[in-house]
């Protein structure tokens, strides 16, 4: 079966510095792959997405994403951390019509 | 207004109450799903339709009832609201690519 795992179930990181979070994935084909982000009271907003081609997507909110299919992952990374990314973040591998998510990871921003 | 909404955005229900959470989508979308997300477990899967008129279960189904008699609208229902039903719900419609409602926070007392 499809899974995802997100092995951070937080991480704190200070401002103005790099980021990235882990994402594996379990998928026999190609993988249709996410990443969305959940500030506290909303619903989830796509960050970027991997079909095909270039194994290094960018995103919006300067986030950019590297599959790797010789280690099922697809990584979230942004270079510089703003106050405003504190939120949490899932990613999610999409089985034809289903997406299946990660637990998610939550990011806590320090000044 | 144009996009995915659901209502009502918070409700508290007794132990053995039906309850009934709406989903509206202004795009035609033909996909609809259903979340739920608990702490730990991310979003996972309750139902979801693939157009008017046809359903299926998804991860977590028991205890849930949904039906898609408009694409717009894809009520869920919990036919009798248990504690383990306490949970934030997510609708979402899907062009190829997932769109969210804001959520519905429902507690079972």
């Known amino acids: 079966a499809q899974s995802v795992t997100q092995p951070d179930i937080h991480i704190t990181v200070s401002e103005g510095a790099s980021l990235e979070l882990r994402c594996n994935y379990s998928?026999?084909?190609?993988?249709?792959l996410f990443w969305y982000v959940q500030s506290p009271g909303q619903g989830l907003q796509l960050l970027l997405k991997y079909f095909s081609g270039d194994t290094l997507v960018q995103g919006i909110k300067g986030f950019e994403a590297e599959f790797k299919r010789s280690q099922s992952s697809f990584n979230l990374r942004k270079p510089s951390v703003h106050w405003s990314d504190a939120a949490e973040y899932f990613c999610a591998v999409r089985e034809r019509f289903k997406t299946i998510f990660g637990a998610g990871t939550r990011l806590f921003v320090k000044a | 207004d144009a996009g995915i909404t659901q209502s009502p955005r918070y409700k508290i229900t007794e132990t053995g109450r039906q309850v009934t959470l709406m989903c509206h989508q202004t795009?035609?979308?033909?996909?609809m799903f259903w979340y739920r997300q608990d702490l730990g477990h991310g979003l996972r899967l309750i139902y979801y339709s693939a157009a008017a008129d046809i359903t299926d279960k998804g991860e977590v189904p028991d205890g849930y009832v949904v039906s898609r008699s408009k694409t717009e609208n894809f009520p869920l229902t919990l036919e009798s609201a248990t504690r383990s039903q306490t949970s934030v719900y997510f609708c979402?419609?899907?062009?190829?690519?997932?769109?969210f409602g804001p959520g519905t926070r429902l507690t079972v007392t």
């Open positions: 795009w035609s979308h033909s996909y």
């Open positions: 979402a419609s899907s062009d190829g690519e997932q769109y």
């Open positions: 998928y026999g084909a190609t993988p249709y």
